[in-house]
């Protein structure tokens, strides 16, 4: 199926440091949503982005929907180790008979630097 | 907290066997998507359900995989004769309405042997 084009596909963090990841795609997205994945648990909702242009942050955490459509970024600030995980990203359309399914990239997996 | 609750959190079946994995989704949410995510993968779309109206299956991967929600809560996936490939995770997730956020539940991992 689908997926969307996330990148990098894992970094290592030291605390403190700020991270960034991205994620694009050929079609065109109504909205952008970005998740985070613990092992043995599902996704959970970090951020969602319903307008092109459109800057949200949620604490540490910033993410931009593209101009485009095509594509967005998280920023993740001050990095703490609770921060390791496996982020998504997710576009949603609401067009060409879409009932609203997301498609998500193939993840950005954070680990502690050793 | 009131979360999507999916069950069981594990399922080990011989190939063949059929099985059901159950979605409880978020009291009041009206939008109920499964999806199945592969080791090292995102999450695909396999069906989707507003209310109790199954209103995409297009995700589905072979008609051995069903999917039902008859009181418009509760879901139920059914996978018969299942094969190696139908391991993964299966995740439920349900949201408030038409493209409102996704919640998602802790999924179902199954194995087949």
């Known amino acids: 199926g689908q997926q969307l084009n996330q990148s990098p596909q894992s970094m290592f963090i030291q605390e403190g440091e700020d991270v960034s990841m991205n994620c694009t795609s050929s079609?065109?997205?109504?909205?952008w949503l970005w998740y985070k994945q613990d092992p043995g648990e599902g996704p959970v909702l970090l951020i969602a982005?319903?307008?092109?242009?459109e800057l949200t942050s949620n604490g540490r955490l910033t993410a931009q929907f593209g101009i485009t459509r095509k594509d967005s970024f998280l920023n993740i600030s001050a990095s703490i180790p609770s921060d390791v995980g496996i982020y998504f990203c997710a576009g949603q359309m609401n067009y060409g008979g879409s009932q609203g399914n997301l498609i998500f990239g193939k993840g950005t997996k954070l680990s502690v630097k050793p | 907290g009131a979360g999507v609750s999916q069950s069981p959190r594990y399922k080990v079946a011989k190939r063949g066997q059929d099985v059901a994995l159950r979605c409880d989704p978020i009291s009041g949410h009206v939008s109920l998507f499964w999806y199945q995510q592969a080791l090292g993968q995102g999450p695909e779309f396999l069906t989707y359900f507003q209310n109790e109206a199954q209103l995409d299956k297009s995700g589905l991967p072979s008609d051995r995989f069903f999917a039902e929600r008859p009181e418009g809560s509760v879901s139920t996936l059914k996978i018969q004769r299942t094969q190696q490939e139908d391991s993964a995770v299966y995740l439920c997730?349900?949201?408030?309405?038409?493209?409102?956020?996704?919640?998602f539940g802790d999924g179902t991992r199954l194995s087949i042997l």
């Open positions: 079609s065109i997205f109504n909205t």
């Open positions: 982005l319903y307008k092109a242009g």
């Open positions: 997730a349900s949201g408030e309405g038409f493209h409102q956020p996704q919640h």
